[in-house]
């Protein structure tokens, strides 16, 4: 006995010290219906692709519509455990809730199957885990026929979750990503701009725009543990030198234009800040950019008056004091030289995670049925199951092969 | 895999030969036919068109009838216009039944695009034509139940309108196209009104969950219409009985193999139809034969006694007993209908199951082999051959259990029994 019990610490001590991303993970990022939109997958995917918080790090998304924390628990041994992830996200609660008050029965039906599904990920040996409260469902769009107070209902629901998913996370010694209180609090407040029509749970209530699910990625990246440098650029102007940290290699100097060539990319956003398909409207109420997204320039010997930075095609002054303690590029010009790059791999990596839905709705959730129809080619459908997971993996490939070193001048100027 | 790949390339010989040279569009069905029952999810229920199925095996109209359903839940006749070369010609049929248009008209909380369901209709019909179908019927959408529908009665009084008018537009096509029209939504609507009279408003003609699949009483229905459209004549066979000369013949399908003392015994290859249940639940077609004209125009096993007017007729048949007027028994008494529980009830009933097994193959062989698996040739295109084997051993499955299913059809012996007694007498059963 006292044996198992030093074993069972060990074990959450090893867990516990294994809960951080490491070089060559490969994150599987699960759900429901809101992870099959592949949005927060993609951001997820192309944060750690582009932003490169580790090296060679792989994604795949396995939403599922209508999902349930039971319902994937059931599918798990034929679908998602079949892939070898050493990291995987959980996001479910939107439609256990039932879209009605919470129950004991119904709790504890989700407190079950989400600590069954952590003990399915570390039995197969996942090594670090994010459970993922559900998001909340949007206080305007949200509505039931004879409930006008449908989406407060659904939200208290939606937050006993989040409670239940944090013990979960606690006693299995998991991370926690809390996605509710980082929808909750952005929906508050940009609502409080943009006015209540403004949807950041989606025109259903439910399915978020570009927006929740940037909340929802900042969420789970948190939980994922990054730290959120991207990296620094420090330009000495009195000394007409600079230079830069991992990631950034500095090409040359020349009357203050800094010539880098960039492996590491900021976060880019995009779209009409006033849209709900814009990632650029939210931003401002969701520490984003301070604690995941810092593309840091630095400038000392600026004396004490102001500097005008030109990055692309954009130009912005700064006082001095505040460019030697730091710019965030990545915050202060939103269309910037990543930009283009930025959505160059962002389309790759939404082919891959466009493959990877009927991968598992299509072949890997048919597989079963279909091997049992004609029993005797057995042969031929693990050809295909074969060919079709490596299909997968070759898009993986493809997506991080997009990401291409930006070579990029910044020009840094004394304004007199 | 040899034998597979042989299958499979007689096939597409076939179809290419006949997508050249397109057939005349038939009326009726002919000897060895392959009929494809395609459809919604109320053909994916798999009872109308395993009725059809039955009664083509076990009636018999034609030799050698093979059936399969094409039932797709959620579908519409523009959406299978669209999967129709890889799900419906890749198995070959020479006739088709259609039927489309209750996902089509929306439930009556859109505006239904009428154009758009003719159009694809006349689509689904070329198609077919140009692959070089034989004979296809094109069936209007049923009705949804007036009580249970899922929107309630005063949806279902809007919906069934819209079905309505759909049902003008799959007549319209199939005369424009020349191809037999088989008229779904007037029956259903006419024996509904009807059953409803005798057994209550709640009693359920179009599905008793939701008012839009029906239960086996309404698939009945859908069943005779289109049965009536394939042209079958209803004539299952008939038994001729001469008490004075203690002799008896019998019709195609029908072997005498003795007759003494007012007893025939006959080996019959081809069935009445048969019916079970409680008839006054939707779950049984028995229900609603008195709203609908199954037994007098599709189910006629006909024993006539000669010279028996002007007295009465006992009639043994199985373990039921049933006395006649005479004359109705010479003109001919219709034992399938007279006696529901009867000699071929069991046997019926066997190869029930295996058309079930057949159908329910059908089912995955469509969704997953055929059009899931299709799906992913675009992804993995050098497993295209891998791909084709296994649809092809999916559909030499589904022809291995239709096979089974048609071999449980084996002829049946079965004892009838003729008393002619003297008129006036008790009545010991119902006398027709």
């Not at chain 2, 022809?399 to 089974?404: A, G």
Request: proline share 5%.
């Amino acid at each position: 006995m006292k044996r198992l019990i030093v074993l069972a610490v060990a074990a959450l001590v090893c867990l516990r010290a294994g809960a951080q991303l490491q070089n060559g993970d490969f994150v599987a990022v699960c759900g429901d219906s809101i992870t099959e939109q592949k949005q927060y997958s993609v951001f997820i995917e192309d944060y750690l692709l582009m932003c490169r918080p580790k090296a060679d790090l792989r994604v795949m998304q396995f939403g599922w519509g209508g999902e349930t924390s039971w319902g994937f628990l059931g599918k798990m041994p034929t679908q998602a455990l079949k892939f070898d992830m050493t990291v995987a996200t959980t996001c479910y609660g939107m439609n256990d809730g039932g879209y009605s008050p919470m129950t004991p029965d119904k709790a504890k039906h989700y407190k079950d199957s989400m600590t069954a599904v952590v003990k399915a990920f570390k039995k197969k040996g996942v090594r670090f885990i994010v459970v993922g409260s559900p998001g909340v469902v949007d206080s305007k769009t949200f509505v039931r026929r004879d409930m006008p107070d449908a989406a407060a209902m659904y939200n208290k629901t939606l937050a006993e979750e989040r409670d239940i998913a944090k013990a979960i996370a606690e006693q299995e010694g998991c991370a926690f990503a809390d996605v509710y209180d980082v929808m909750m609090e952005a929906m508050v407040k940009a609502k409080e701009k943009y006015g209540a029509s403004y949807q950041v749970a989606g025109g259903d209530g439910i399915h978020p725009g570009a927006n929740g699910h940037l909340c929802m990625a900042y969420a789970f990246l948190k939980g994922l543990g990054v730290d959120g440098n991207i990296g620094t650029i420090t330009v000495d102007l009195a000394a007409n030198k600079a230079e830069g940290s991992d990631g950034q290699k500095v090409l040359g100097m020349k009357d203050g234009a800094v010539e880098v060539e960039s492996s590491r990319y900021p976060f880019c956003f995009t779209g009409d800040p006033k849209s709900p398909n814009a990632t650029t409207g939210i931003i401002e109420f969701l520490p984003f950019n301070q604690d995941l997204n810092r593309y840091t320039l630095v400038v000392k010997g600026a004396g004490t008056g102001k500097v005008k930075v030109t990055w692309g095609d954009a130009s912005k002054e700064f006082a001095a004091a505040d460019a030697e303690k730091g710019i965030n590029l990545a915050a202060e010009f939103l269309e910037n030289p990543f930009s283009g790059p930025f959505a160059a791999v962002d389309k790759v990596v939404r082919e891959q995670q466009n493959y990877e839905t009927p991968l598992i709705k299509t072949l890997m959730a048919g597989m079963g049925d279909m091997r049992r129809m004609v029993p005797g080619e057995q042969e031929a459908f693990g050809r295909i199951e074969a060919a079709a997971i490596k299909r997968g993996r070759e898009l993986q490939d493809a997506s991080a092969a997009a990401v291409k070193p930006v070579t990029h001048t910044i020009k840094v100027e004394a304004v007199k | 895999m040899r034998r597979i790949s042989l299958f499979f390339t007689i096939l597409v010989i076939s179809q290419a030969a006949r997508a050249a040279n397109p057939p005349q569009q038939d009326h009726k069905l002919k000897e060895g036919d392959f009929v494809a029952v395609c459809g919604d999810s109320i053909t994916e229920q798999k009872l109308y068109c395993r009725f059809i199925e039955e009664y083509l095996l076990m009636c018999r109209p034609k030799p050698n009838l093979r059936t399969m359903q094409l039932g797709w839940n959620g579908e519409t006749s523009w959406g299978f216009l669209s999967k129709m070369p890889n799900e419906a010609m890749r198995f070959n049929p020479s006739v088709v039944t259609i039927c489309f248009g209750m996902n089509d008209g929306g439930y009556a909380q859109v505006v239904p695009n009428y154009d758009r369901y003719r159009h694809s209709l006349r689509g689904i019909v070329q198609d077919f034509k140009k692959d070089g179908v034989r004979f296809i019927v094109l069936g209007s959408p049923g009705a949804v139940d007036s009580q249970t529908f899922w929107g309630g009665p005063e949806v279902a009084a809007k919906y069934n309108p819209i079905l309505a008018n759909e049902r003008d537009i799959a007549r319209e096509v199939a005369a424009e196209e020349g191809v037999t029209f088989a008229e779904v939504h007037d029956l259903m609507m006419n024996v509904m009104r009807r059953a409803k009279a005798k057994y209550g408003k709640a009693y359920a003609l179009a599905g008793t969950e939701d008012g839009v699949h029906p239960d086996e009483n309404g698939h009945l229905v859908m069943a005779y219409a289109f049965l009536k459209a394939l042209g079958c004549d209803g004539d299952i066979g008939t038994i001729t009985y001469e008490p004075g000369a203690n002799r008896a013949q019998a019709s195609d399908g029908h072997r005498i193999l003795s007759c003494a003392n007012g007893t025939i015994e006959v080996e019959s290859s081809r069935y009445p139809y048969c019916f079970y249940g409680d008839p006054s639940s939707p779950r049984s077609p028995k229900g609603i034969l008195e709203f609908l004209p199954f037994n007098q125009e599709l189910n006629r096993f006909n024993l006539v006694v000669k010279g028996a007017t002007g007295q009465k007729v006992k009639v043994t048949w199985g373990d039921v007993s049933k006395e006649f007027a005479g004359a109705d028994a010479e003109r001919g008494i219709n034992l399938a209908a007279e006696f529901m529980d009867n000699p071929f009830s069991a046997q019926f009933q066997k190869v029930e199951e295996a058309v079930k097994a057949q159908q329910n193959f059908e089912t995955p062989l469509v969704k997953r082999l055929m059009h899931e698996l299709a799906e992913f040739e675009a992804f993995l295109p050098e497993e295209k051959g891998a791909m084709e084997a296994l649809k092809t051993a999916g559909m030499k499955k589904a022809h291995e259990l239709f096979d089974k299913a048609a071999g449980e059809v084996t002829p049946v012996r079965h004892r009838i029994t003729v008393e002619v007694l003297p008129a006036g007498g008790p009545t010991a059963a119902v006398v027709k």
